[in-house]
């Protein structure tokens, strides 16, 4: 024996066979990082063993030390490792049956905080009755050299360790025969060993770890236990962890992670008799390897959750889970739960799927909160009676994770408390297979489903309710309130159910039965979306279904029923047993209808009581879809009371009953709207107008005809444009108000009738009360052409409306819409007559009947006035009361003829004089003479003005180019091509007057610009001076036009202002102009223009369009006198002929013909020229002249339908005139010319004058 007070130093020291060195005596701490060599291995008994012990109260630290060979043991003090690499083969920490050596405490410790120490043949902690403990709070420790077999013992044989690992690594195991056991005996006293885990990573990569003695004892036996509130227990694929053996263990994983995985984790070893406690407080079962397969029992302990997470590989879980805590589910991967757990925790899936399968089951008081998928399919259950599948109940369910149902019935919320999930719930099949998972609400609380999707088979709600404010959300088949056998026997069933929605959008991808088998349901939506249809699939809603009692009562949002024609809708659906009820509440939002059939009242009959159906609206919208039908009852009865809000329909898709099945409908109409979508309405529905209520039909631009009765006491409102046709035989007795569009009337109507500003009546209707016009009656309305109609009312109020006729204007007698006033009176209105295709002609007798009284009808002197103007070829119509010789004195005509009658005592009425040239003697003589307007003024001057533009625009040569040819102004120079450009402006003032029978009279002004170029200058013959080029010009005309018209008493004609024309002219042109050896000159011209224009009156405006050819020879010879500095006295001809012809148009009032012209004017004139030449080359020649003028053969006749009025425009007049043309620089040229041109001839009727001028430029190069 060898004793060393203390040890340091780096040194090496052999202990030999059978000998002792014992140190730290002194109890003092030291380092030491020497060599060790001990005699033999602790390992082989028979070998002799060199031994170490360390002693006394100081710490040994050997970092970078190596004990080697034989034992190693600390009976008092410790060791320490804290850098380094250290390696020791055998270690006891701790000896209980040493031999006394001073300081000897039996116990011993171990410190590692860095470096790393090797263990190559076992660690005893605690070993023969003495106390050992390891703490590691960092660095690594590793056991088992490669080839040699190694072992861990905390607690062995009577004694009591601990390891305690807060940080760093554990690394265990070089095969799988090597162990690690907490609590190991095989005689006397028992072991304990507990391994604390706080921190770091404990890996069992080899071997085995026994929880509790792994070998039988002749004593007492050892017990184990691992503390792990932190830190990683690692088991490796080739390891194995056994919680008890022969000895009892306990494993608290309160924190941290058990990392393993296989066929790694057993109950007890071999049934050696140990028991074993896993209790789960809030750690983490993680699978590694290979999915992980485990038989063990465990606990979870109250207050905590703990979590088993797949890590993508899965397990499957066969014995039972106790306790009152939480089980988390984590991690990708499949977790199989098969055994009848019990637990009353919650149960939380964040990842992976959650199994159960055979009699597999969880008793979840607390609830599921499901993130992941639970997967109930592979359970089997007993049923329920009545019902194929088994019953899986969850107090709650939350969470956004996946529900696998398969064929059972899963019910949630017997713990009546409120959850919510945005996951998905998988039934097996579809509804209407023989079996197919069902899901079932229960309870009292709210399930919310944002988000969620509820596939396949069924869900009921047979107590509590669903609820959708956000998200999206799915439900294949849904029944709200079930009152069958499956909801009598599922806990909490109060066999009703409720639907709140309130934002989001839930579609129903098959059915949703509200009130089903005699349960009670309810939805109420107040905002979101609710859809109903899955391309594809058919879809049903029924609310009240076979038995039940349903209602809907939407407040907000939109429901959006149907995929297809064959989808149906049903309130009150039954086919046997007690009676349905189904009831629609809207009051807000849009519940559409976009395609399939709604019926109110069993669409079906019934072997027992039928099902009834009531729609209650107070406002949003019920929109039937144009491919969808609304039906008022069925087989079973149906109200719709539309009191408020909109039902949108159109095309024929409003009827009363179905197939006559027997039920009867009432369509109640207290204060909403029926407004037309799609297409036109057809209706053939009779309805109530509620008393003390307006219900409006809005035709919405569509139109409508309903050929159902109306009654009742309550009011209607026609609105929107369109017509509405009411063609039934009407008896309700509230007003009628028609505020936009028109109202058709073809049958009877006994309300009185207001027609507002917008509105329109008309139609043939009979037996109206009074009606009061604020806008327009048109009778006759919607008739074919050249059909007629009338109206009968007792009393027509002219309220500032107007009576709208079409009347075919010609002779007496001729057809026309009629108002009829029956025994009533008419107070003043407005009448428009639209002309119905009439040439017009004289009346001579009463004229054409309008208005007719009769059973004693009477009509006030001033109670109908005609507006605008009624012409019927060139006549126009008025309005008289009563007939001529003083015959019915109550009805009105139209008339298109007045009477000048011979004074007293005078001879008879001779015929006035018709449209001719000769306006009509003033005074008239006696005589019938014709009603005439403002048009043929008016458009009588658009002829003769476009004449005198052409000729405006065309002009002589001088005003057009002035003297800028001739030789003094620089005429000679600039031969050759496109040598020389000119422009000029023009104006002149109208102030005509022409010959025809309405005298018409036009002042205004005409002008324009015109710019020509020379193409070629140059001589054609010797001693000539040739210039060829062409020209272009734009000119207006403006002009106010007065003439005769019948004057308002229809007693004479009277010259006022009959309208205004406006005429654009679009001209081109060429010219040849020759000049001779003398001076003298030849000037040829054609021209071409396109004109257009207005010609309007106070009620008519024609358009104007039309073309003219123009053509004119013009020549002068000039005469030298003595009479001034280059006097030259010039004699004048010029002769130009036109062709003008305007296409035919309608100006609102009838088609008009402006026709063609064709004449010519003539000139002679005289023009006295000087040339006076100035300084630096500048020359003046000024110039005054005279021209008589004549148009020739210049007769316009206007078309009006048939009537021709002719004009006579030819006259001769004289035109004085000045002009001057300066060469003010070799190559520009200015010129202009003032005139002013009066009638001379000895006709008053026909006159023109004015004054007139223009400036323009010529440039040579």
Known sequence: MTERPNLSGSETIDTPANNVLFVGTDNTSTSFSGTINNAGVASDPTSQQGQFVKTGGGTLTIDGARIRGGSAFVIGGGLAATSSDAAIDYLSLGLGNAPTLPGSTSSGTLNVSGGTLTFNSALQVGDFGGTGTV????????????????????GNQGGTGTYNLAGGTVTFGNSTTDFMTLGRNTQGNPSSGTLNLSGGTFNVANGTLFIGSNVTSTGSQGTGTINQTGGTLAIGSASRLFLAAAGNGTYNLSGGTLQIGGSSLFGDFNNLGGTYAFNLGGGTIQVVGSALSAGVNATLVGGTTSTIDTNGMGATWSGVLSGSGTLAKAGNGVLTLTNANTYTGMTTISAGTLALTGSGSINLTSGMLDNGTFDISGVTSTP??????????????????TVIDGTNILVVGTDNTSTSFSGTIINAGTASDALHGIFVKTGAGTFTINGARIQGGSAFVVGG?????????????????????????????????????????????????????????????????VVFGMPGTPVSLNIGNQGGTGTYNLAGGTVTFGNSTTDFMT????????PSSGTLNLSGGTFNVANGTLFIGSNVTSTGSQGTGTINQTGGTLAIGSASRLFLAAAGNGTYNLSGGTLQIGGSSLFGDFNNLGGTYAFNLGGGTIQVVGSALSAGVNATLVGGTTSTIDTNGMGATWSGVLSGSGALAKAGNGVLTLSGQNTFTGPTNVRNGVL??????????????????????????????????????????????????????????????????????????????????ADPSAVRITNAGGSGGLTTGNGILVVETTNGGTTASDAFSLVGEARGGAEDYRLFRGGLNSSNPEDWFLRSSFVVPPPPGGGEEEPGTGPGTEPPPDPLPPGVYPIIGPELATYGVVQPVARQMGVEMLGTLHERIGDTLTTESGGAGGSGWTSSAWGRVFGGQIDNRYEAYADPRVSGGVGGVQTGLDLWRGSVWPGHRDAAGVYFAYGYGSADVDGLVTNAAATGYTLEHTGSMHLNAYTGGGYWTDYGPSGWYVDAVVQGTHYDGSATTQFANLPVRGTGFATSLEGGYPIPLPLGPGFELEPQAQIIWQHVSFSDANDGLGEVSLGSTSGASGRLGVRGKWTIEGSQGAVWQPYVRANLWRDFNAQATTTFANDRVPLNVQATRLELAGGVTARLKERLNLYGQFGYQFAVSGDSNVRRSGVEGDLGARYQW
């Open 384 to 401: 329920i009676p009545g019902v194929a599948t088994g019953v899986v109940p969850l107090p709650n369910l939350s969470g956004s994770g």
């Open 135 to 154: 703490t590691q709070t960092a660095g690594n420790v590793v056991f088992g050299m490669p080839g040699t077999p190694v072992s861990l013992n905390i």
């Open 571 to 578: 309130l009150g659906r039954n086919t046997q047993g007690n």
């Open 744 to 825: 058709n009337l073809t049958g009877s109507l006994q309300s009185p009738v207001n027609v507002e500003a917008n509105g329109t009546l008309g139609g043939t209707g009979t037996d109206l009360n009074t009606v009061t016009n604020a806008g327009t009656v048109e009778p006759g309305f919607g008739l074919p052409a050249g059909q007629f109609g009338a109206m009968t009312v007792k009393n027509f109020v002219g309220a500032g409306g107007t009576l709208a006729l079409r009347t075919f204007l010609g002779l007496d007698g001729s057809p026309s819409d009629r108002l009829i006033i029956n025994g009533g009176s």
């Open 465 to 529: 309710g669903l609820a959708v404010s956000s998200g999206s959300t799915a439900i294949d088949y849904l029944s709200l309130g079930l009152g069958n056998t499956l909801a009598t026997q599922v806990p909490g069933s109060t066999s009703s159910g409720t639907l709140n929605v309130s934002g989001g959008t839930l579609t129903f991808n098959s059915a949703l039965q509200v009130g089903d088998f005699g349960g009670t349901g309810t939805v109420t939506q107040t905002a979101g979306n």
